[in-house]
C-alpha cells in the first residue's frame, strides 16, 4: 500500500539514510548505547505511520515493521562484522592475522577499502575494512569472509 502522507514518506528515507553510513568510520568498539540511541528514530517513525495509518491491516503494520528494522538490522551487523581485530589488519598482530586461504601464508594488509553486501531485504551494508594480499601466492581477499 503507497504511504499517503509524502511528508511522512520523506522522514522514513532519511531514516534509512543510516543505513549506508554503517561502515565509514574506523573500527569503533562495540556498544550498546549508539544503537538505543540510532533505534530511537526507528520507534518515533513506527509511531508516526501508525497514527497516520489508522485503517492499516496487521500485515500492513507487519510489512511497516519489517521495512523500519530492517535499516536498524543492517547497522548492527554492519557493526558487529567491524568489530573483530581481522577486519583492520593493520591494528592486528601477525598472530592475529588471517592466513591465505589457498597457501597457508600469513596475510598482509595493503590497505582499506570500502565493500557493499546486501543484506536481507536487499540492503546494502557499506563495509569500509581492510583487505589484503598474500605475500607467497598473491591471492587477494578481505579477510574474515572475503
Ligand atoms: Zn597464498
Redesign the pocket.
Known amino acids: 500500500m503507497p504511504c499517503k502522507i509524502p511528508e511522512s514518506c520523506e522522514r522514513m528515507r532519511e531514516v534509512g539514510a543510516w543505513r549506508g553510513r554503517v561502515a565509514r568510520r574506523k573500527r569503533e568498539r562495540l556498544s550498546a548505547e549508539r544503537w538505543s540511541e540510532g533505534a530511537v528514530p526507528v520507534w518515533t517513525e513506527l509511531v508516526a505511520w501508525r497514527e497516520a495509518h489508522p485503517r492499516a491491516t496487521f500485515s500492513e503494520i507487519e510489512a511497516e515493521l519489517d521495512r523500519q528494522l530492517t535499516g536498524m538490522r543492517a547497522r548492527i551487523l554492519g557493526d558487529l562484522a567491524l568489530a573483530s581485530a581481522t577486519a583492520d589488519l593493520q591494528a592486528a598482530s601477525v598472530e592475529e592475522r588471517p ?7 600469513v ?1 598482509q594488509a595493503q590497505g582499506r577499502e570500502e565493500r557493499g553486501v546486501v543484506t536481507q531485504g536487499g540492503v546494502e551494508v557499506r563495509l569500509e575494512r581492510s583487505y589484503a594480499t ?6 587477494r581477499s578481505f579477510p574474515p569472509g572475503r
Open positions: 592466513r591465505c586461504e589457498r597457501c597457508g601464508a596475510l598474500c605475500p607467497r601466492c598473491g591471492d
